[in-house]
């Protein structure tokens, strides 16, 4: 996985809760980015960062929000979770002068 | 709005068969065709990937037919095996496009290698 963690790999929540996803690569990628993978529909982009501070929308952004203080670190946080956000996340990183995007192993999320 | 439309949505063959998975997009300056493979609790890997100034490209027992009139690319797997089996997506990119590059994803197909 190209150097790519995320934590938590599982997580249970309640509807109403707020929580933070974290995703830590160890390549000094400049770009990192949030997709979700649903049945159907592939993996959506939610957010995107081009470097420490300076992010941007995706496809399904409503209701996520990121933060990115280190190169290293990307932070997904659902401010206050909904069922409709259940689902696969899946954090990527690409460097600069590259195409290619890797991929994390995953955080299976559900909204209960 | 999907555009990148993937099919099929599932794929049975047998061993040594040569499955075909289609994709076609709308974005005329997509740029960049990668195919991912995913297998069950992993993250997508990068398994070959096209540029629109070729027709196509083999890696392997993997090969992309890229048709850029039809705005259509494929992926054909040679003598198909069981450890093939695994979601395949098909992805497209504008390079050039200043935003980071962003994926548009296929819904994906799940190919089933049966021995």
């Known amino acids: 996985d190209a150097g790519i963690t995320q934590s938590p790999r599982h997580k249970v929540t309640e509807t109403g809760t707020p929580v933070t996803l974290r995703c830590h690569q160890t390549e000094n990628h400049r770009y990192m980015y949030w997709y979700r993978q649903d049945p159907g529909h592939g993996l959506r982009l939610i957010h995107y960062?081009?470097?420490?501070?300076?992010?941007d929308k995706g496809e399904v952004s409503d209701g996520y929000s990121v933060s990115r203080s280190k190169t290293e670190d990307f932070l997904l946080t659902l401010e206050s979770a909904t069922s409709s956000q259940t689902s696969v996340y899946f954090c990527a990183t690409r460097g600069y002068y590259q195409e290619t995007q890797y991929f994390g192993p995953g955080t299976r999320l559900l909204v209960l | 709005q999907q555009q990148v439309k993937q099919s099929p949505q599932s794929l049975i063959v047998q061993k040594g068969g040569i499955p075909i998975i289609n994709c076609a997009y709308e974005n005329t300056a997509f740029d960049y065709f990668p195919w991912y493979q995913q297998f069950p609790g992993k993250g997508p890997a990068l398994l070959i990937a096209i540029r629109p100034d070729v027709s196509e490209k083999k890696e392997g027992r993997f090969t992309i037919s890229f048709n850029k009139s039809a705005k259509q690319f494929s992926l054909h797997i040679m003598d198909s095996q069981p450890g093939d089996s695994a979601t395949y997506f098909c992805a497209a990119t504008m390079t050039t496009g200043g935003a980071g590059n962003m994926l548009t994803f296929g819904g994906g197909t799940r190919l089933m290698v049966k021995p």
């Open positions: 960062s081009y470097g420490v501070k300076d992010t």
